[in-house]
């Protein structure tokens, strides 16, 4: 079964600091790999995703993320945080077969940008 | 707009009724997926159908139901709602291919 992990659920940070937000994956399959971001009393809109090919995946916003195989990790990162960056991340992994598909969310992290 | 329509964005309801919750897809997307996302649970994947046909599910309560209709809009039938059941239901809608999911603003069901 697949599964994911996010290792922080509150992350602070100053404004124009960079940040990383963790995420480990456990899937016996292969992976497709996705960030969304929920801002505030709104739905989830996709940040970035990895299917295949280059391990450097580059988003909306600014972000960026990272497939470490070896590591089971898809880590996201932005060099420089903007305050309007404040909202709920969630990293996913979907599995799919066939027409049957399950994107499996993380227990989410809150980025807070500070001042 | 995401291209994803759920209506209604709020609905407050007494323990015990049924209510009926509404998605319209992107226009094109065959697929669609329902998930809960309460504080304690997370999101929590419900069911997704598709063209028509339930494909996966989750964890669904066996008080709450599904179904897509031939235009490919869904419906998401809850009853004996409890308490518990308050949450914001989403809906997602996708293409074919490994791809991600397009979701609606959400359906904030309060339970009183």
């Known amino acids: 079964a697949q599964s994911v992990t996010q290792l922080d659920s509150q992350v602070p940070v100053f404004e124009e600091a960079p940040v990383e937000l963790r995420c480990n994956y456990s899937?016996?399959?292969?992976?497709?790999l996705f960030w969304y971001v929920q801002y505030p009393n709104q739905g989830l809109q996709l940040l970035l995703k990895?299917?295949?090919?280059?391990?450097l995946v580059k988003g909306i916003n600014g972000f960026e993320a990272e497939f470490n195989k070896s590591q089971t990790s898809f880590h996201l990162r932005k060099p420089s945080v903007h305050i309007s960056d404040t909202a709920e991340y969630f990293c996913a992994v979907l599995i799919s077969s066939g027409s049957a598909r399950q994107l499996t969310f993380g227990s989410g992290t809150q980025l807070t940008v500070l001042p | 707009d995401s291209g994803v329509t759920q209506t209604p964005k709020h609905l407050i309801t007494a323990t015990g009724q049924r209510v009926t919750l509404r998605c319209s897809p992107r226009s094109g997307d065959l697929s669609v997926y329902w998930y809960q996302q309460s504080l304690d649970q997370g999101l929590q994947f419900l069911i997704q159908?598709?063209?028509?046909?339930?494909?996966a599910k989750g964890n669904i309560l066996e008080r709450f139901s599904a179904q897509q209709f031939p235009d490919l809009h869904s419906e998401l039938n809850l009853s004996s709602l409890e308490l518990g059941d308050s949450a914001l239901y989403f809906c997602?809608?996708?293409?074919?291919?490994?791809?991600?999911?397009?979701f609606g603003s959400g359906t904030r069901l309060t339970v009183v």
């Open positions: 990895y299917l295949s090919g280059s391990t």
């Open positions: 899937s016996s399959v292969s992976v497709y």
């Open positions: 997602a809608s996708s293409g074919q291919g490994a791809d991600g999911y397009t």
């Open positions: 159908y598709y063209n028509g046909e339930e494909r």
